[in-house]
Structures are given as structure tokens and as C-alpha cells.
């Protein structure tokens, strides 16, 4: 790109290793989610930039499905009032349990610097659904 031509700088990956998977029933059961049928889950942090609300949105147009979300801040209270019964809002979760217990991830942000959730999805061998923001596209590939 010509920014250093002498190549006096390195890229350095994002720190995310795989997780310590643990067994889906057992982190179901430490999360208080239902074991029935695949989960679709959300973690971030619960801030309008990740638009948790079209998370909800979605939630509410698939009453028969089940969604869990993982985070907080300063949306946490209003999300978790108006969220449908079809949500498991959790708070702030250990990534190695909450994806254990997750079948697809999504993300519904505005907005990506490096989404460190979806890498960690990913990792655990989980399919994400994404809005194509940020950086997003430089670690899910469409289709």
C-alpha cells in the first residue's frame, strides 16, 4: 500500500486462541438455558453501536425459536425488559461456556473494529449470521 516501503512495521493477529469447549448439555445447564433445539446467541457488549435491539427484533419474528444473549451495558436493563420469552438474557458469560452452549452465532452491530466473539464462534466450529459492518467481512465468509 506504500504506507512503509522499507516494511518497519508487522502485523500483529488479534489475540484469540480456541476455547476450552465444555459439553453442551452441562453449559446449557450452568447458563439456565432450555436444552430444546438449536440456540441462536449474542454476545457483545449490550451498547447501542451492536444494536442488541435488532437481535430482539429477530427474536420476536421467530417466536418458535430459541436465542440466548450474552453481555452487558448500558442497554442491559432496557433489553432485558423488553425482550421476549423466546430470550435467555444471561449478562456476562465465559466465552468457553457460552459457546459450548450456542448452535449459530449472530452479530447485529453497526459497527466492528475486530469482532473477537465471532473469531471465538468460529473457533468452536459454530456458523455465524453477521451484518456486513466494519471488519466483519475479514473473518466471516458470505455463504
Known sequence: M???PNKSWVSIAPGVTPLALIDKNLARKELGIKDEGP???WMARIEKVKNPELFIEVARGL???NFAM???GSLYEDISKNSPKNVKIIGWADACVFWSAIDVAISTSDNEGMPIALIEAQ???IPVIATDV???SEVVVDG
Do not use: M
Request: aromatic content about 6%; proline content about 6%; glycine content about 34%.
Open 2 to 4: 506504500g504506507i512503509s
Open 70 to 72: 450474552a453481555g452487558g
Open 63 to 65: 417466536p418458535n425459536v
Open 134 to 136: 466494519g471488519s466483519t
Open 39 to 41: 440456540i441462536f446467541g
Open 123 to 125: 473457533l468452536a466450529g
